[in-house]
């Protein structure tokens, strides 16, 4: 072989590494994105598996609802309903007065999400900005209420609303009478505030900056004014979050209303729903056509408020 047959050969040869040659190690940059990759990977499946978690219980019930009675007693139960009921929608509705329900629930839902945002959110106001003798032992209250469980305070708020004086034939001392059982004082009143929503609006108000207030000041405003016109329309994740929060819960309800009225004219949502469970037994598809018609409205205003409302929280955590 001449030696332009050689240079020939070596410039025609593959620039890669030598046959039976191992690859080079990939650079730490490659490693760390393979393992940033994986660790993606492995958080996506085990989200998409507590989502999955979470939605099916209510596909199920949305699914049940559709069924008919027939079906609802074969065993074992079938995930999808063989003919699709959509009849026990209208038929749930006409089994009582759900237009009714509806309109308590949401009369009494707002007025508690009202109260809540006026008064919570002054009271946080004063707990985050303004100095007075015995805040800080006013907020540990709020907090140590906190850890008090909702079950616990039904008896002594039962006992309250009872012996109102002067309401319901009581007198000034509230005694002989109902107080304010079988009103809408009952239903609206005691779950017009919360701890939590205080707590959350004192936590908003303390990561304003102390700049505008003193600017505002210098302007001749007061604490209310720097309250309503300043700092308030500064926190609208809060005010989203509180208020959603609030109305779930107040919508959502079903001891406290049970409770407290006999009056079919003055029965929740929540309450209205018992009709369709029985001594002789459940009437499963109706049961599960008026829960899915109550959830509708709180799937809705979670999507509208969505956004605010996991900024909310994510704010409220970071402080």
Same mark, same amino acid.
């Given at each position: ?144 209420? /906190? #850890?008090?469980? @909702?079950?616990?305070?039904? =008896? $002594?708020?039962? &006992? +309250?609303?009872? *012996? ?122 109706? /049961? #599960?056509?008026? @829960?899915?018609?109550?959830? =509708? $409205?709180?799937? &809705? +205003?979670?999507? *509208? ?15």
């Amino acid at each position: 072989m001449t030696a332009n047959d050689l240079l020939t050969a070596r410039d025609a040869a593959p620039d890669g590494p030598a046959s039976g040659a191992t690859a080079p190690p990939a650079s730490p940059s490659t490693r760390a994105r393979r393992k940033k990759w994986k660790g993606r990977l492995v958080l996506n499946i085990a989200l998409s598996i507590g989502a999955l978690t979470m939605i099916l219980p209510f596909v199920w019930m949305v699914l049940t609802s559709l069924k008919s009675p027939a079906e609802l007693a074969e065993f074992p139960p079938t995930f999808l309903p063989k003919v699709w009921e959509w009849s026990n929608y209208p038929e749930a509705l006409r089994a009582a007065p759900f237009a009714l329900y509806f309109r308590n629930s949401f009369i009494i839902s707002a007025s508690h999400t009202i109260i809540t945002l006026v008064f919570a959110s002054m009271a946080g106001y004063a707990l985050a900005r303004i100095n007075f003798k015995g805040r800080e032992f006013i907020f540990l209250g709020f907090v140590a209420m /906190l #850890m008090i469980p @909702t079950y616990t305070k039904i =008896v $002594p708020q039962f &006992l +309250l609303v009872k *012996f109102m004086p002067l309401f319901g034939g009581n007198d000034i001392l509230g005694q002989g009478g109902f107080g304010w059982l079988n009103s809408w004082w009952a239903l609206i009143i005691p779950g017009g505030l919360s701890a939590t929503a205080i707590f959350l609006f004192r936590q908003f108000y303390l990561s304003l900056p102390r700049e505008l207030e003193e600017a505002a000041r210098l302007d001749g405003l007061g604490d209310f004014r720097i309250y309503a016109q300043i700092y308030t329309p500064l926190i609208k994740p809060a005010l989203a979050t509180v208020a959603l929060l609030t109305f779930q819960e107040s919508w959502n309800n079903f001891l406290w209303p049970l409770l407290v009225t006999t009056r079919d004219d003055l029965r929740v949502i929540q309450v209205g729903l018992a009709v369709f469970q029985q001594l002789d037994g459940t009437a499963w598809q109706y /049961l #599960m056509a008026g @829960t899915t018609m109550a959830t =509708v $409205p709180m799937v &809705l +205003l979670f999507l *509208f408020c969505q956004k605010y409302f996991i900024q909310g929280f994510t704010n409220a955590g970071i402080k």
